[in-house]
């Protein structure tokens, strides 16, 4: 069965310091891929998606980025944090066909000081 | 612009009763629509969806309804359990074109199953 782990589960860092989330998938060949944030009291919003090695497509302008260096690991990144990118972020695969149910990891909790 | 509206942020029921959770959508391109469970602090699960072509899916305890002149869904949970108890969100999806895998979620809805 595919299974998908993100790592770590809580990260506090200070404002202005570099960041690396981490995201593999299991079980599953040339999955989607997508990174997710959820702000206290919001939905989920889109941040990053991938259908392929190398492909990476942003929907919210932002200091992140993303990049999928092997068909099942996906990184989310920042250069320099901002106090705003505190939150919820998640990551998820989904099968690369149309009406397909994404499957999430169980998230990093990201405190900026 | 919220295309997928949950209007009901919470919503208690007692346990052995039905919970039905309520989820309107504005853009008329949907045609697959999703509902997961999420505890405090893990991941979204997800429980059931329907395609656009279909007015119900059922499964076990949970059956969603889709309304698509109304532009409406619902997820009924007969009988509610506590462990049912969660943040529940209703996603939409458009199928074809550019941004077709992705998913647009609403704001959720925190079921409370009372004993």
């Known amino acids: 069965s595919q299974t998908i782990h993100q790592w770590p589960a809580t990260l506090v860092q200070p404002v202005g310091s570099p960041l690396s989330l981490e995201c593999t998938v299991e079980g599953t060949s040339n999955p989607n891929l997508y990174w997710y944030r959820q702000a206290a009291g919001r939905g989920l919003q889109l941040l990053f998606y991938s259908v392929g090695i190398g492909q990476i497509s942003s929907e919210v302008p932002q200091n992140l980025s993303a990049s999928r260096p092997q068909d099942r690991q996906f990184i989310l990144s920042s250069k320099k944090l901002l106090l705003s990118d505190s939150g919820f972020y998640l990551c998820a695969w989904s099968e690369g066909r149309y009406n397909q149910p994404q499957h999430f990891g169980d998230g990093t909790r990201l405190s900026i000081l | ?115």
Request: proline share 5%; hydrophobic share 35%; net charge positive.
């Open chain 2, 1 to 115: 612009d919220q295309q997928v509206k949950q209007n009901s942020p919470s919503l208690s029921v007692q346990e052995g009763r039905i919970s039905i959770l309520n989820c309107d959508y504005t853009n008329s391109m949907f045609d697959y629509f999703l509902w997961y469970k999420k505890y405090p602090a893990e991941g979204p699960t997800f429980l059931i969806s329907i395609s656009s072509i279909k007015d119900k899916n059922e499964d076990g305890r949970f059956t969603v309804f889709l309304n698509k002149s109304a532009k409406h869904l619902s997820l009924h949970i007969v009988p509610s359990q506590p462990g049912d108890s969660a943040v529940y969100f209703c996603a939409a999806g458009a199928s074809g074109g550019a941004g077709s895998y992705q998913l647009t979620f609403g704001k959720g809805t925190k079921l409370s199953v009372i004993p």
